[in-house]
Nanobody
Framework: QVQLVESGGGLVQPGGSLRLSCAAS????????IGWFRQAPGKEREGVSC????????YYPDSVKGRFTISKDNAKNTVYLQMNSLKPEDTAVYYC??????????????WGQGTQVTVSS
């Protein structure tokens, strides 16, 4: 049974940092790709970043490149999203998800419950 459990969200001031975690079970990150998505109020959900089973990383919105870093610990079967220099426009519910494919781009099938990130002074 595939489960994804996110943690690490919260309230942070602009310019601050947060690290999100997503603990996976029911499959192994050394075999499948996994991604982070976010949905801001009133907006469609968008992909943020993805990491392949090989460790190759992809970042989707230009707005997060250079500020966000995706990584994983295969031993802990956990994927992380380090978010630095946070901006108010990063405010959203962040989800991890996987389509159980080896490459990024597989349509996500399994989703975590989400973790709220609020960037505000």
């Amino acid at each position: 049974q595939v489960q994804l459990v996110e943690s690490g969200g919260g309230l942070v001031q602009p310019g601050g940092s947060l690290r999100l975690s997503c603990a996976a079970s029911g499959f192994t990150l050394d075999s499948y790709a996994i991604g982070w998505f976010r949905q801001a109020p009133g907006k469609e959900r968008e992909g943020v970043s993805c990491i392949r089973s090989s460790g190759f990383t992809i970042y989707y919105p230009d707005s997060v490149k250079g500020r966000f870093t995706i990584s994983k610990d295969n031993a802990k079967n956990t994927v992380y999203l380090q978010m630095n220099s946070l901006k108010p426009e990063d405010t959203a519910v962040y989800y991890c998800a996987t389509g159980l494919g080896r490459l990024c781009g597989s349509k996500p099938v399994y989703w975590g419950q989400g973790t709220q990130v609020t960037v505000s002074s």
